[in-house]
């Protein structure tokens, strides 16, 4: 099992930067993919980005391409979420999410969830 511990939200403005954290326990962090997903107020839960066990493939929503940039360091157990150029339609709950299923996918069906942290951005 592993354990998921995020960090880094907080209030920027418009066109603002941060950077997001992700601390994971247990000694078997290379062999989940992780990913970010986010759920903003009325809406649901949607994928953001992934990254595979060993950090050589990502993917991204649309909605983040260019702006965003998830990498992943195994031997401090922490995957990081670059998020610059925020948007106010970027404003959610940020949720860290593992997966062992797959090499390079995160399924928003695994059970493996950190508590999330908040976004806001400003406009």
């Known amino acids: 099992q592993v354990q998921l511990v995020e960090s880094g939200g907080g209030l920027v403005q418009a066109g603002g930067s941060l950077r997001l954290s992700c601390a994971a326990s247990?000694?078997?962090?290379?062999?989940?993919?992780m990913g970010w997903f986010r759920q903003a107020p009325g809406k649901e839960r949607e994928f953001v980005a992934a990254?595979?066990?060993?950090?050589?493939?990502?993917a991204y929503a649309d909605s983040v391409k260019g702006r965003f940039t998830i990498s992943r360091d195994n031997a401090k157990n922490t995957v990081y979420l670059q998020m610059n150029s925020l948007k106010p339609d970027d404003t959610a709950i940020y949720y860290c999410?593992?997966?062992?299923?797959?090499?390079?996918?995160?399924?928003?069906?695994?059970?493996?969830w950190g508590q999330g942290t908040q976004v806001t951005v400003s406009s």
């Open positions: 999410a593992a997966d062992y299923r797959y090499g390079s996918y995160v399924r928003d069906t695994t059970a493996y």
């Open positions: 247990g000694r078997t962090f290379s062999s989940y993919a």
């Open positions: 990254v595979s066990r060993g950090g050589g493939s990502t």
